[in-house]
């Protein structure tokens, strides 16, 4: 099985003792409560989602993934991972981090740095323009971060629980299923035929397919966690041998970072223990920000990174061929209905259904019956 990033499988988890001993002293700590979206980070980084790390991001690490998209000892990484903080956290202590009044994890404060937040916006995105998802977080930050190990008192109450696997989980899982290549593949919308298409291109040259829906906060129009989790799983029961594919979500709020959440994306499957990643056109990407292709061609100035991507330029119906295509089989070019995300959510918005070329009908018709599709 493919190795953790950095070597090792990282786990942050008190031990009994441990926990009920932090507990006990919780009260005497500074507290910071947190969203939710710092509360995934934080089960992420002590189940070992995001290993090698086992804190949120020091200054070293801080400034030397803004530079060169790699931590200080050299492994890479592409989007920083930080705790914002007020003043009143001090370099040297133990804090409390809590979400909805619970105590979460304790952390110790290593050290307290500060960035600027439009060099961060334009080392990570490209821009520091506020109409940018990515950049719109980043300006609500402090600019004062702290950096230190944390260990976790409380997981996260995770949406959908049902779907959820840690590494360590599904690590086993693959093993248990004598998976040696695994290919993931990154959503946030419910499958169109174009996907399915490029998951059985994929699953073809691997050993099984792990469907890794994001669940967290997502943009205005993009569909529900709901939706997309009851889509997929009439899909797999109905289209998918069941021996060769995992259903199971990912807790990130997206960064919409394109080129370089492509990275950070690839990493996450490989803690998972995937050997593969689906990259394809404008992965992560938002608006005009970033080529159609440059999340395929930022792998190439990672050739350590071990997990390998398999790149799609484009996917299509074409009539004439009766089945879907991409641009390396198919010279009709003036009769490719594409397959689209955006698409399929104008359709939606309208009161319509996609046809049978564009999304299963058993997926077109979970849509339908629903009422709130989309975040507001």
């Known amino acids: 099985m493919i190795r ?8 942050r988890t008190a031990s009994d003792r441990e926990r009920e001993a932090l507990l006990g002293s919780a009260d005497e700590m500074t507290s910071l409560d947190v969203h939710s979206g710092k509360a995934s980070e934080i089960q992420n980084i002590a189940t070992g989602v995001y290993s090698p790390l086992e804190g949120f991001f020091s200054g070293g690490d801080l400034e030397s993934v803004l530079d060169r998209m790699r931590l200080e000892d050299d492994t890479p990484w592409t989007i920083p991972i930080v705790l914002d903080v007020p003043k009143s956290v001090k370099a040297g202590e133990d804090i409390v ?3 909805d009044g619970k105590p979460m994890a304790v952390m110790n404060v290593e050290d307290v740095h500060t960035s600027d937040l439009g ?10 323009d506020p109409q940018h998802p990515g950049v719109a977080k980043v300006k609500e930050m402090t600019g004062r971060f702290a950096g230190g190990r944390i260990t976790l008192l409380n997981e996260y109450d995770v949406p959908f629980p049902e779907f959820y696997l840690r590494p360590s989980e599904t690590r086993v899982l693959f093993r248990e299923k004598g998976w040696e290549t695994v290919v993931a593949f990154q959503t946030r919308n419910p499958p169109h035929v174009g996907h399915e298409y490029v998951q059985k291109a994929a699953l073809t040259f691997t050993d ?14 993009d569909f529900q966690d709901g939706i997309i989790l009851k889509t997929y799983q009439k899909l797999v029961e109905h289209y998918y041998p069941k021996d060769r ?21 690839a990493i996450m499957r490989k803690n998972l223990g995937c050997t593969h990643i689906i990259i394809g056109r404008d992965h992560a990407g938002v608006g005009k920000y970033y080529g159609p292709f440059d999340a395929h061609e930022i792998f190439k100035q990672f050739p350590d990174l071990e997990i390998e991507p398999f790149t799609f330029r484009s996917f299509a119906y074409c009539p004439r061929c009766g089945s879907p295509v991409n641009d390396k089989i198919c010279p009709h070019d003036k009769d490719l209905i594409n397959y689209s995300g955006t698409m399929v959510r104008a359709l939606v918005n309208e ?5 049978r070329e564009m999304m299963r009908p058993e997926v077109a ?12």
């Open 208 to 221: 099984g397919l792990l469907i890794n829906p994001v669940i967290g906060k997502k943009k205005s129009g």
């Open 365 to 376: 018709e979970v849509i339908a019956a629903e009422k709130d599709v989309f975040v507001e």
């Open 97 to 99: 981090l809590r979400h």
């Open 351 to 355: 009161g319509k259904l996609p046809s």
């Open 245 to 265: 594919v995992v259903l199971s979500t990912l807790l990130i709020d997206m960064w919409y970072g394109g080129p370089k959440e492509a990275i950070l994306h």
């Open 119 to 128: 060099r961060y916006s334009r080392a990570v995105f490209g821009t520091d």
């Open 4 to 11: 953790p990033h950095g070597g090792r499988l990282i786990d």
